[in-house]
């Protein structure tokens, strides 16, 4: 037990390193990004041109590829061997290609209306370039779609470097056509750039497919057992995926109203600010999680599978309840230090700080809620969350149309952040149902990381509205370091369960 637990937490570390560096290299991409394009036209263009291929992948498959797979495919593992499972990874792999070019087609040819649909208060001009650099972009798309097969083999066998690695290699392309080619290519190179990208995290995770037993036959079974189930389990699975990219689509088209259609801009910096700094634990959390849980469930242990989502969930919530509020409070002076250069202003930092500043609020439920659907998934049991997804998705429609034609702009992120949380809420309270996933015990401890949490954001506050540093950098360094040593001190002298814990073992040892 021992061994493997510090198995878990060797990958883990490993995993946070490399998502960090990928996150990293993708917060440069965004910074020289808004440095050559700032809130332009041709930013507007290339922001809605590449929202549409994976907005259109979300819908179609979003979660699916990974979701629908893992499960079937460690149970077929664990109960019927290796040649098997192989067999249905082949199968589903056939799947996965079929479908994602027939979407590339149908985005090729319909790219107008979609965009118009996506974006319809841009002007004209505007449109038609998106319209364009869309057709480029639309083969994205497929090689998503293989990227995530690999992946969902990899993770599978417990292998989570590369997979992480992935978005670490795209953002590289990005960052070299940046330094290299951006001012001679503009936009349209931008676009050939991302979908070498997306190529290449396919590419890179082919050889170790291989290895592991993968190979690839132009088969298609839509009659097989397996695949059947997979399919049966797509459409609920789907749906539950669908709040993300519902919330962006619905998000974008209300941007499109505001500055001339400039605040799209602003919204995708601050949404992809957002998800850089979220990503790299939960995107390490819940990826470890998921194999695991569906290995638990295929092998019987469904209590020691909700025990360890429970667990996780509290942990993570250690994480971010705190990062939330020290996001919330250093919002502007985060943007300003990440993208006021170049073609990016103060105005356009202080519009983008504000949608972060909200966004900011959704972490910890963010978190939760990726937690809960990955057990749901790994239990097989895809009706609730669902159900959850699709009347958060409804909160979120009545949610954004109210909020933004009472208070305007900053609806957008207010009625995002509220509709993550009904999410999360909903998913919990059904999971509940069959038994609690945190008990008192955890509640009090949860209760004394909001605590400390708090007390670090009065600390942040009073020091942010005090000291004065010109440099942003500096301040968002000093005032985190600050707010870090002051939950982390409050958080040990209130001594939850896990520091309890721990104390014990290194008095023991």
Same mark, same amino acid.
């Given at each position: 037990?021992?061994?493997?637990?510090?198995?878990?937490?060797?990958?883990?570390?490993?995993?946070?390193?490399?998502?960090?560096?990928?996150?990293?290299?993708?917060?440069?991409?965004?910074?020289?990004?808004?440095?050559?394009?700032?809130?332009?036209?041709?930013? *507007?263009?290339?922001?809605?041109?590449?929202?549409?291929?994976?907005?259109?992948?979300?819908?179609?498959?979003?979660?699916?590829?990974?979701?629908?797979?893992?499960?079937?495919?460690?149970?077929?593992?664990? @109960?019927?061997? %290796?040649?098997?499972?192989?067999?249905?990874?082949?199968?589903?792999?056939?799947?996965?290609?079929?479908?994602?070019?027939?979407?590339?087609?149908?985005?090729?040819?319909?790219? =107008?209306?979609?965009?118009?649909?996506?974006?319809?208060?841009?002007?004209?001009?505007?449109?038609?370039?998106?319209?364009?650099?869309? %057709?480029?972009?639309?083969?994205?798309?497929?090689?998503?779609?293989?990227?995530?097969? #690999?992946?969902?083999?990899?993770?599978?066998?417990?292998?989570?470097?590369?997979?992480?690695?992935?978005?670490?290699?795209?953002?590289?392309?990005?960052?070299?056509?940046?330094?290299?080619?951006?001012?001679?290519?503009?936009?349209?190179?931008?676009?050939?750039?991302?979908?070498?990208?997306?190529?290449?995290?396919?590419?890179?995770?082919?050889?170790?497919?291989? !290895?592991?037993?993968? %190979?690839?036959?132009?088969?298609? !079974?839509?009659?097989?057992?397996?695949?059947?189930?997979?399919?049966?389990?797509? *459409?609920?699975?789907?749906?539950?995926?669908?709040?993300?990219?519902?919330?962006?689509?619905?998000?974008? %088209?209300?941007?499109?109203?505001?500055?001339?259609?400039?605040?799209?801009?602003?919204?995708?910096?601050?949404? !992809?600010?957002?998800?850089?700094?979220?990503?790299?634990?939960?995107?390490?959390?819940?990826?470890?999680?998921?194999?695991?849980?569906?290995?638990?469930?295929?092998?019987?242990?469904?209590?020691?599978? @909700?025990?360890?989502?429970?667990?996780?969930?509290?942990?993570?919530?250690?994480?971010?309840?705190?990062?939330?509020?020290?996001?919330?409070?250093?919002?502007?002076?985060?943007? !300003?230090?990440?993208?006021?250069?170049?073609? #990016?202003?103060?105005?356009?930092?202080?519009?983008?700080?504000?949608?972060?500043?909200?966004?900011? *609020?959704?972490?910890?439920?963010?978190?939760?809620?990726?937690?809960?659907?990955?057990?749901?998934?790994?239990?097989?049991?895809?009706?609730?969350?669902?159900?959850?997804?699709?009347?958060?998705?409804?909160?979120?429609?009545?949610? *954004?149309?109210?909020?933004?034609?009472?208070?305007?702009?900053?609806?957008?992120?207010?009625?995002?952040?509220?509709?993550?949380?009904?999410?999360?809420?909903?998913?919990?309270?059904?999971?509940? @149902?069959?038994?609690?996933?945190?008990?008192?015990?955890?509640?009090?401890?949860?209760?004394?990381?909001?605590?400390?949490?708090?007390?670090?954001?009065?600390?942040?506050?009073?020091?942010?509205?005090?000291?004065?540093?010109?440099?942003?950098?500096?301040?968002?360094?000093?005032?985190?370091?600050?707010?870090?040593?002051?939950?982390?001190?409050?958080?040990?002298?209130? =001594?939850?369960?896990?520091?309890?814990?721990?104390? @014990?073992?290194?008095?023991?040892?």
């Amino acid at each position: 037990m021992q061994k493997a637990g510090k198995q878990i937490a060797g990958t883990a570390i490993l995993m946070v390193f490399v998502t960090l560096l990928s996150k990293v290299l993708g917060m440069l991409r965004d910074i020289l990004l808004a440095q050559n394009f700032g809130t332009s036209m041709d930013a *507007v263009a290339y922001e809605a041109a590449s929202r549409l291929p994976i907005t259109l992948f979300d819908f179609a498959l979003g979660g699916v590829v990974t979701a629908a797979f893992i499960p079937i495919f460690n149970e077929l593992m664990v @109960k019927e061997g %290796r040649e098997r499972a192989f067999a249905f990874a082949n199968r589903y792999f056939n799947l996965i290609l079929y479908i994602t070019l027939g979407i590339s087609v149908c985005g090729i040819v319909f790219s =107008s209306p979609l965009i118009s649909f996506l974006a319809p208060e841009i002007d004209g001009d505007v449109k038609a370039l998106a319209a364009s650099l869309s %057709r480029v972009m639309f083969p994205m798309i497929i090689f998503t779609g293989i990227a995530y097969c #690999f992946v969902g083999i990899l993770q599978s066998f417990e292998k989570y470097t590369l997979p992480a690695i992935m978005s670490l290699v795209s953002n590289l392309v990005m960052v070299l056509y940046f330094y290299t080619l951006s001012d001679r290519y503009g936009v349209w190179g931008l676009s050939v750039a991302l979908v070498i990208g997306w190529f290449l995290q396919a590419a890179i995770q082919a050889p170790a497919a291989h !290895r592991l037993g993968f %190979r690839f036959k132009p088969t298609l !079974r839509l009659g097989d057992t397996h695949i059947r189930r997979a399919l049966k389990m797509a *459409v609920p699975i789907l749906v539950c995926s669908w709040l993300q990219p519902v919330c962006n689509v619905i998000n974008t %088209r209300y941007a499109s109203g505001f500055e001339g259609g400039s605040a799209i801009t602003m919204v995708s910096y601050a949404n !992809r600010l957002y998800i850089i700094i979220v990503g790299v634990f939960s995107f390490v959390a819940t990826n470890l999680l998921f194999p695991r849980l569906s290995r638990a469930e295929a092998g019987g242990d469904r209590d020691g599978a @909700k025990k360890f989502a429970g667990s996780s969930i509290k942990i993570l919530l250690y994480i971010m309840i705190p990062l939330s509020i020290g996001i919330f409070l250093l919002a502007e002076p985060i943007t !300003r230090a990440i993208y006021m250069r170049g073609e #990016f202003t103060a105005q356009d930092a202080a519009m983008t700080a504000s949608v972060l500043r909200l966004f900011a *609020v959704g972490i910890p439920f963010m978190s939760a809620n990726e937690v809960l659907t990955k057990l749901y998934f790994a239990m097989q049991r895809v009706k609730a969350p669902m159900i959850a997804s699709l009347a958060a998705i409804a909160c979120n429609i009545v949610l *954004v149309t109210v909020l933004v034609n009472t208070i305007g702009f900053d609806g957008i992120g207010i009625a995002s952040s509220l509709t993550i949380a009904i999410c999360a809420a909903l998913n919990y309270v059904f999971l509940s @149902k069959d038994g609690a996933l945190l008990c008192r015990r955890d509640r009090i401890d949860l209760a004394k990381s909001l605590l400390a949490a708090a007390a670090m954001g009065v600390c942040v506050y009073l020091l942010h509205a005090h000291i004065h540093i010109g440099s942003d950098i500096l301040r968002v360094l000093l005032l985190g370091g600050i707010g870090v040593a002051v939950y982390g001190i409050v958080l040990l002298l209130l =001594s939850p369960t896990e520091i309890r814990s721990f104390m @014990k073992r290194e008095n023991h040892d």
